[in-house]
């Protein structure tokens, strides 16, 4: 499916010309994200070397695969497996807007194609919101390790649906490998650690990481270096450092990832923390 190379944010309208924004994001596992709207396309039959995630958020897609006729809803989760042909146009007269995220074949295992060939289509709610907010993580530049975070709970809830096994997943007591993969986010703060880098060196599965972090620390690892990066950007603030050097210092990718984060934890823009002076002293007798 080709298409301009654009980063996201156009706005839609029925009828008009494709609005079409594809990249490949820094992230292991993924080899193109695919942002569209279309209105009178039609895709002939095709094929891809990789796994097609795809979400529809208005509209609805109809296709063919395997010869048989399938629709993708906006309610639910479209996984076509690599090289198998498929086809797709508008189910309406209005078109269709859709979000892809197309993953290495290795991603999941190749016996599983056979299964994704007989149920295409997922109703999962649950997976639905995962997948929409991988695709937030990566449309944002310096989200790497919260977008590695959530396509490794994607790809084991996909792995579960394929095998018909769809449920919770338990998540053993694991501390110690909780407080080992903190010890290495401590250590690298600034350059940050890929998951599958943190999962190699700490002998774990990528998503078993994730969850253990989050049930020990009550966040998912991507959250907690965010905060470390705060606090350190709020030192080099009160040392007086201007906010576009602290965000490179402080391990932000630019001065808008660093005023994303800082206001949402702080709750202030860089900018407003520091003021010259304090303020005035209370009142002598006045409770704090």
Same mark, same amino acid.
């Given at each position: 499916m080709a298409g301009t190379t654009s980063r996201p944010g156009g706005t839609d309208s029925p009828r008009s010309s494709p609005e079409i924004h594809a990249w490949r994001p820094p992230v292991a596992g993924v080899s193109e994200v695919f942002h569209a709207r279309f209105t009178d396309h039609a895709y002939p039959m095709h094929a891809h070397a990789t796994w097609t995630l795809l979400i529809v958020d208005d509209g609805m897609v109809r296709y063919d695969l395997d010869r048989h006729e399938h629709g993708a809803p906006r309610d639910l989760v479209t996984l076509l497996p690599p090289h198998v042909p498929h086809n797709g146009t508008a189910a309406t007269a209005r078109g269709f807007r859709k979000r892809v995220v197309y993953l290495d074949a290795g991603q999941l295992s190749e016996r599983l194609i056979g299964m994704a060939v007989d149920r295409p289509e997922l109703d999962d709610p649950v997976l639905r919101e995962r997948v929409s907010l991988l695709h937030t993580a990566l449309t944002l530049p310096g989200e790497e390790l919260e977008a590695e975070s959530r396509l490794a709970l994607i790809r084991e809830r996909l792995e579960q649906h394929l095998h018909r096994a769809v449920g919770p997943v338990p998540v053993p007591l694991d501390r110690g490998l909780a407080h080992r993969l903190r010890e290495l986010?401590?250590?690298?703060?600034?350059? !940050?650690? =890929?998951? !599958?880098?943190?999962? !190699?060196?700490? /002998?774990? /599965? =990528?998503?078993?990481l994730v969850r253990v972090f989050s049930r020990e620390f009550g966040m998912p690892p991507h959250q907690y270096l965010t905060t470390r990066r705060v606090d350190l950007a709020r030192r080099l603030l009160l040392d007086g450092k201007p906010p =576009?050097?602290?965000?490179?210092?402080? !391990?932000?990718?630019?001065?808008? /990832?660093?005023?994303? /984060?800082?206001?949402r934890v702080v709750g202030v823009s860089p900018g407003r923390y520091v003021r010259p002076g304090r303020p005035a002293p209370a009142p002598a007798g006045v409770a704090p």
């Open positions: 986010l401590d250590a690298r703060t600034l350059e !940050g650690v =890929p998951l !599958g880098e943190a999962a !190699g060196l700490l /002998h774990a /599965h =990528p998503a078993h =576009p050097e602290v965000a490179t210092a402080a !391990g932000f990718y630019d001065q808008s /990832h660093l005023n994303r /984060h800082f206001k």
